[in-house]
């Protein structure tokens, strides 16, 4: 069963305090390594896809990179709008005729960001 | 670019009762997923929709139906509601053989009481 761990849960920075938040999955032949971004009250808010091991994804203060068995998140020196929670998610490696869109998400971790 | 929209936001519901919650997706996105989001099992895939087809399902019961119009836009029904259906569903749109991102509304929120 594919299965996507992340960690920490929750995680309380100080302003430009960099961190990693890590994404641990278990999926048959992936296909691609999602993050997302969600805010209080709604959806989800897409980030990154990273395809094979090695790639690496940026924008703005947050960067992403993939390795066999998990992927991070790492965050340069925030700033309290990256307040959120950020989410991770695997698509396995059937055909999108067969998988479809379906998704598989960690648990999140919740980034606060103090001034 | 109008992005994804679901309604109603918020559904106050009783055991036993039924509902259906309504989502248009972008424009021409052809395929509509469902997710249920709950604070302790997180995002849980429900079925995704495509050409008016069920594509993929979940591991959720029967209670739980969805369909999808010939404009895309898509309905999930849920029977014989219970306590644990209390949730945050989410509703996404994405673009079938071009890009697997998908695109989310902000969801309706049910409380079954």
């Known amino acids: 069963e594919d299965q996507v761990t992340q960690s920490p849960e929750a995680l309380r920075l100080q302003e430009g305090e960099s961190s990693s938040l890590n994404c641990s999955y278990t999926v048959s032949g992936l296909r691609g390594l999602f993050w997302y971004r969600q805010d209080p009250g709604k959806g989800p808010e897409f980030l990154f896809t990273l395809y094979s091991a090695g790639e690496e994804k940026e924008k703005e203060r947050l960067k992403a990179t993939l390795t066999k068995k998990e992927s991070f998140l790492h965050i340069t020196a925030p700033k309290p709008e990256d307040s959120a929670t950020y989410l991770c998610?695997?698509?396995?490696?059937?055909?999108?005729?067969?998988?479809?869109?379906?998704?598989?998400f960690g648990g999140g971790t919740r980034v606060l960001v103090k001034p | 670019k109008a992005g994804v929209t679901q309604t109603p936001r918020y559904l106050i519901k009783t055991r036993g009762q039924q509902v259906t919650l309504s989502c248009s997706p972008i424009?021409?996105?052809?395929?509509v997923s469902w997710y249920q989001q709950t604070p302790g099992q997180g995002l849980q895939f429900l079925f995704e929709y495509f050409s008016e087809t069920q594509r993929n399902k979940g591991n959720f019961p029967g209670r739980f139906s969805g369909r999808q119009f010939s404009n895309s836009r898509s309905e999930m029904n849920v029977s014989t509601l219970e306590l644990g259906d209390s949730a945050l569903y989410l509703c996404?749109?994405?673009?079938?053989?071009?890009?697997?991102?998908?695109?989310f509304g902000s969801g309706t929120q049910l409380s079954v009481l």
């Open positions: 998610a695997a698509l396995r490696g059937e055909t999108i005729k067969a998988a479809g869109n379906k998704l598989t």
């Open positions: 996404a749109s994405s673009l079938v053989g071009v890009t697997e991102k998908l695109f």
């Open positions: 424009s021409g996105h052809r395929s």
